[in-house]
């Protein structure tokens, strides 16, 4: 199939690039000969792709679709990490959408194709393949349909759709579109390798359960969020399920099971005066360590106490370098009487403010302590595990 002009709208995209997109939308009416629900897209997607797909942003051939699969779309970053995933020289994406993780995955390879049921998404696809120099077969067609009849190939990805009929968020594997759980044996059948795509607000356990030849669990964030949770299937494979927390640079390997352990207890009354000479750091583990499940494990790798069970926040007497999350030195530790806060607040009239396993939400706990948000003192609530409620002051490392 003969690849869509796009000219026209590459061009008012061009033109228009940087200007407020609903007062463009207002003057740009009477323009004529353009797509102009198109070339709006291509204003607000560029806007967009500047930070998301820079690779995209700096190529001025990329066609952009509607705002809103651009905002949901995989960033560019996460769409490389899933890139090192594939293995073999085969790939067919069987749910192509807007075609960002297909760009990187199929990059260099042999033989890929890209499955999507709605014909504008292909058609913006088969043009955005070929001006990045992608040698690439577009399917416009249903993915399960497609798996059913397609030939053996090495890696099968596939992201479902977690949308009820009604727009609702879903979260369990079976109420996908499509099921992937119903699916994986199929795809099993057609591929040494499957990498499926699903919802970081999934419980990756539950997954592996009713998955199988799990052999990866890959929870991927970036600046502090948790932004994908990644399963590798391999044919055939019975052994241990190996996790991957990656948030930006910071990685953390564990196999399955192992967060499970006991890490010691935070000692309160051996750090009641802390500062001065008492050195005592607090470690907020980074969001795919937290989504894991990891934080005990964690601290014993590293030698460190956890404050409570609930509290996921872990202490220890010396600096750790290379943290995989945030690190604060304590400055203070308090309680919520009068005595302690008129003595730990002392001079403090911002601060950013923050709870955890604590019986105040942070805002309400802001109040009590009478400080505006912002500055560099950090104030935590959290609880020992003694069942203590605690404020720490700190400074971030």
Known sequence: MRTKDFNDILEFGREHRGEDVRALALKARAASGVDLTMGLQQ??????????????????GIVYGPQLSMEQCSSQWTAEYKA???????????????????????AGLGHATYVERQENLCEIARHNFEVLGLKALVVNG?????????????????DPARRDKAGNRVFALSDCTPDVSALAPLMLEKAMTVIIKLSPMLDHRAAVSVLPCVQQVHIVSSRGECKELLLVLKRGYTGGVTVHCVNDSETMEF?????????????LEEHENAGGDDALYMYEPNA???KAGAYN???VRLGLTVMSVDSHVLAGVRLVE???????????????????LKSLMAGVERANVAVRNFPLRAPELARRLKVKDGGDI????????????????????
């Open 84 to 106: 090192r995933l594939v293995e073999g020289n085969s790939l067919v994406d069987l749910t192509g959408g807007l075609g960002v993780d297909f760009s990187f995955m199929a």
């Open 43 to 60: 204003v607000a997607g560029h806007r967009i792709a500047v930070d998301k797909l820079p690779l995209w942003a700096a190529n001025d």
């Open 322 to 340: 290379d943290f995989p999350g945030r690190v604060m030195a304590v400055e203070a530790v308090g309680t919520m009487n009068k005595k302690d």
């Open 142 to 158: 249903d993915g399960v349909e497609h798996l059913q009849e397609m030939a053996a190939v090495d890696t099968i990805y596939i």
């Open 255 to 267: 196999t399955l099971g192992s967060e499970n352990v006991t890490a010691p207890s935070f000692a």
């Open 288 to 290: 795919s360590i937290m």
């Open 378 to 397: 950090f104030i935590m609530g959290t609880t020992t595990a003694t069942g203590k409620h605690i404020l720490l002051k700190m400074r971030r490392v």
């Open 297 to 299: 494990l964690l601290a």
